[in-house]
């Protein structure tokens, strides 16, 4: 069955430190995308991507950074991890083509934390 | 830029209706989506509804569009302890494309 898998679950990591969360679909969508989840926030969009080689900055995007070199991937990178960067972080994605709604699929989440 | 706003929590008690609202500001929101997260779990798609449409049920769903007012609410009928969770509504401009999600309001029901 396709599916769509996070990971780690969670993660634990100093001030400073890179960190990559990976993303690794196997629905063959185009579309990928990287929230993260902040109380009081709801979900907010950090980067995505619309295929092969393409990326675009979302709301959030500032200390992060994704790259897409295949369509199975989208890596989520934290440049320097900072305290406020902790977080809980959904990767998801879509098919533009598939039945709205039901052509997108959430991961489960990496909880990470920064110290 | 969108924004999407939800009140936080709802308390209700099991077999009751519950009505979650949600307001949004861009007028170009093609979909508008229901989410549901329940502890320590992804994303779960309850429905959707097109911006044409004023009404959508499903089961114990149902959707309300106002879209002069930018309203959106989700009741669920007979309400059970199940349904205990975060919900979300989230729009987007088209099918697939990303979405923005309003705050979440948590759903407690009581005995």
């Known amino acids: 069955d396709a599916e769509i898998t996070q990971s780690p679950r969670h993660k634990i990591t100093e001030t400073g430190r890179q960190v990559t969360l990976a993303c690794h679909q196997t629905w063959n969508h185009n579309n990928m995308f990287w929230y993260r989840q902040d109380l009081g926030h709801g979900l907010r969009l950090i980067h995505y991507s619309y295929g092969v080689q393409d990326t675009n900055k979302g709301e959030v995007s500032d200390g992060y950074s994704v790259s897409r070199s295949n369509t199975e991937d989208l890596p989520l990178t934290l440049e320097s991890a900072a305290s406020s960067q902790t977080s809980v972080y959904f990767c998801?994605?879509?098919?533009?083509?598939?039945?709205?709604?039901?052509?997108?699929?959430f991961g489960s989440g990496t909880r990470l934390t920064v110290v | 830029g969108e924004d999407v706003e939800q009140s936080l929590f709802l308390s209700v008690r099991e077999g009751d209706s519950s009505v979650i609202n949600c307001t949004y500001t861009?007028?170009?929101?093609?979909?508008l989506y229901w989410y549901k997260q329940e502890p320590g779990a992804g994303l779960q798609l309850l429905t959707y509804i097109f911006s044409n449409m004023d009404m959508k049920q499903d089961q114990r769903l149902t959707v309300l569009l106002n879209k002069k007012d930018k309203h959106l609410s989700l009741r669920i009928a007979d309400t059970q302890t199940g349904d205990s969770a975060i919900y979300f509504c989230a729009e987007s401009q088209s099918s697939g494309d990303k979405l923005t999600f309003g705050t979440g309001t948590r759903l407690a029901v009581r005995p």
């Open positions: 861009d007028s170009s929101s093609t979909y």
């Open positions: 998801a994605s879509s098919n533009a083509k598939g039945l709205a709604g039901y052509g997108y699929t």
